[in-house]
């Protein structure tokens, strides 16, 4: 909303995140964790190159210029997210589901 209401913002960048660095690893083993999906399991292979070792989004930014602010925790976004595409998946069409960020 702030975006769409200060033309001087088009074309920016911004992070947005709630501030505590985890791991892709973390993230996966979470959704897996809050799916009930305990028939799985991550195949991590580390075989790609080059890769930066730890990554980190800062929304300092976000909170600077636009006053946003985090209203989740990991968990809780993560949840309300895999209900999301739960419903929207069930529903059989892409254009039924409603976005959790509506």
Do not use: C, H
Not at 36 to 49: C, I, P, W
Not at 64 to 81: F, H, M, P, Q
Not at 83 to 90: N, P, V
């Amino acid at each position: 909303e702030r975006m769409a209401a200060d033309p001087g913002l088009v074309g920016q960048a911004f992070n947005l995140s709630n501030g505590q660095p985890v791991t892709v690893i973390d993230v996966a083993t979470r959704v897996l964790r809050l799916m009930g999906r305990t028939d799985l399991r991550l195949d991590v292979r580390s075989e790609a190159r080059n890769e930066i070792e730890k990554q980190y989004l800062d929304s300092s930014k976000a909170q600077r210029v636009l006053g946003w602010g985090s209203r989740y925790g990991l968990d809780d976004g993560l949840l309300e997210t895999i209900e999301w595409y739960r419903a929207y998946l069930s529903e059989g069409d892409a254009g039924g589901g409603r976005s959790p960020f509506a």
